[in-house]
């Protein structure tokens, strides 16, 4: 037997029944809001149970409603396979919230804010989306 209950109301108005995944730093809810340890799991927002993890230990700021990246060793949030795009994906999009308020690493492979690559980790010839910001050591940013 199946009881359709109607319009489904999603925890984010961002979401709907064909999105994948949404991630929130900031939701105690859902694992975060708190400074956390390396491994640490949030949640997504959605009904699909997807999972992130941190490669390295995180501060949360309150301040800004997100979690701190040192921006070294491969500090990262990775991803399920399941709430990562496919190579077979036609339509996809992609949104992330990201607050850089100091220069990194001049060199650009450190810079990199985002990364979602077919096979390796950081792997720009499999690289399915890559965003590198811009900066120099004095943390100054075209306009």
């Given at each position: 037997m199946v009881n359709d209950t109607g319009k489904k109301f999603y925890r984010d108005k961002s979401i709907n029944?064909?999105?994948?995944?949404?991630f929130d730093m900031a939701v105690d809810a859902m694992g975060g809001g708190k400074d956390l340890a390396a491994g640490a799991i949030i949640h997504d927002l959605t009904y699909n149970d997807h999972?992130?993890?941190?490669?390295?230990?995180k501060t949360y700021s309150?301040?800004?409603k997100g979690m701190v990246f040192a921006g070294v060793k491969?500090?990262?949030?990775?991803?399920?396979?399941?709430?990562?795009?496919?190579?077979?994906d036609t339509h996809w999009m992609f949104m992330a919230w990201v607050k850089v308020t100091k220069a990194g690493s001049l060199s650009t492979?450190?810079?990199?804010?985002?990364?979602?690559?077919?096979?390796e980790t950081n792997g720009y010839a499999n690289a399915l989306?890559?965003?590198v910001p811009t900066t120099d050591?004095?943390?100054?940013?075209?306009k």
């Open positions: 029944n064909g999105t994948r995944s949404v999972t992130g993890a941190f490669s390295l230990a309150a301040a800004n491969n500090d990262g949030f990775d991803l399920d396979a399941a709430s990562c795009m496919k190579v077979s492979f450190n810079n990199q804010l985002l990364h979602f690559s077919t096979t989306l890559s965003v050591a004095t943390d100054n940013r075209p």
